[in-house]
């Protein structure tokens, strides 16, 4: 397979102008820091940060059977969702596997946004086309469009700054569409850091527009530019799983402790059989979350996870916490040895480094 050419996001020019560490992510060149991971983490903690996310792509599914036949392709149960309501769910092969992890909103009655992961925009747009129903219609959209995270206990003082006192931010989970500045922007009540903020999605000729439009009201509530890294870690200590780590083929939404987000009482979605069988007879391995016990190296994906000298599973995910400054990490763990409470070790070149698994989340507001 030849080495594509890493794409650029439309806010590209931005992160270079401000002195972003760019690195190869899903196929795009991202900003992985600005400052500092440690930095931007608190950012997001403590009062707003802004992540640029027109990596991810934006699949538009519409027409007159759009909403039955989503049913049949995502776990989650479609009919729940009115207008303007979003929803977390996977897609799923016929394994039960994970091929990748999403939210649909349902922006019209019969019109549905799909926001999947960066590396499996194409993939998942292949699946979905090949099961399409000729009265559905299934778009692309990604290349002309762009988004943004903007995160953080102040996110809702920033979005006044920018809309008005008396424009209502929307619901958790909802959408809306604003404009601003000759910009239509579709606003979403969702994260991916375990605090309060939208998600923004813009036509990509709006992207510097809005960016710079944030940064500048944002000053007043200390935002700060964040990269990939405080993404990461800040997903991590409230244990949101990472496709491609956490999620993968390979694993289920049940041994993933994600369930939840699976309706089995749907007659008929791709996967289903698999889940049910899951189900009934239980997951030889669950993903657990960790903390480690004493200071040392942070634990990362692919080491070993040992119970009594028994090799019992493999870290998918872990990192250096900022909020807890301890490791931490996620894993997956054979099923008897995945109790909350249990010690385990991870070993980390070659040395093994006590840890306890976790309740989820491992970070909780005060």
């Given amino acids: 397979m030849t080495d594509t050419v890493p794409k650029k996001t439309p806010l590209y020019e931005e992160h270079v102008g401000l002195g972003a560490k760019i690195i190869p992510f899903g196929g795009w060149l991202m900003p992985v820091q600005y400052t500092s991971i440690v930095e931007e983490h608190q950012a997001v903690r403590n009062n707003v940060g802004i992540f640029d996310i027109s990596h991810m792509g934006q699949l538009l599914v519409s027409g007159p059977a759009a909403g039955g036949w989503l049913n049949t392709m995502l776990t989650n149960n479609i009919d729940k969702l009115k207008v303007g309501q979003g929803q977390y769910t996977f897609l799923l092969n016929e394994a039960g596997g994970i091929i990748d992890d999403l939210i649909v909103y349902r922006i019209e009655e019969q019109k549905f946004l799909l926001v999947v992961n960066a590396g499996r925009t ?49 619901a958790r989970n909802h959408i809306a569409d604003l404009d601003l500045e000759g910009m239509r922007l579709s606003i979403a009540r969702t994260g991916y850091t375990g605090e309060d903020g939208v998600e923004v999605f813009f036509r990509a000729e709006d992207a510097a527009k809005f960016w710079n439009a944030a940064l500048k009201k944002g000053q007043a509530v200390g935002i700060k530019p964040c990269g990939l890294g405080a993404r990461d870690t800040l ?63 942070p634990p990362r994906p692919h080491y070993s996870v040992f119970d009594n000298g028994e090799r019992v599973g493999e870290v998918t995910s872990g990192t250096l916490s900022p909020s807890l400054n301890y490791g931490i990490g996620m894993a997956y763990v054979s099923a008897p040895h995945a109790t909350i409470g249990t010690r385990i070790d991870i070993e980390i070149r070659g040395q093994k480094f006590p840890a306890t698994i976790e309740k989820k989340p491992l970070y909780k507001k005060s």
């Fill in 122 to 170: 194409d993939e998942d747009f292949a699946w979905l086309e090949r099961y399409r129903l000729k009265d559905v219609d299934l778009k692309n959209r990604s290349a002309n469009f762009g988004g943004v995270a903007v995160q953080g206990p102040r996110a809702a003082e920033l979005f006044h700054a920018l809309f008005g006192e008396n424009v209502n931010l929307p």
């Fill in 235 to 297: 997903r991590l200590e409230v244990c949101y799983p990472l496709n491609g780590s956490d999620l993968s083929p390979q694993r289920n939404p049940i041994e993933a402790g994600l369930g939840f987000f699976v309706d089995l009482t749907k007659p008929n979605f791709i996967g289903r059989e698999a889940l049910l069988k899951t189900k009934e007879n239980g997951s030889p391995e669950k993903l657990v979350a960790f903390r480690m016990q004493t200071k040392g190296p």
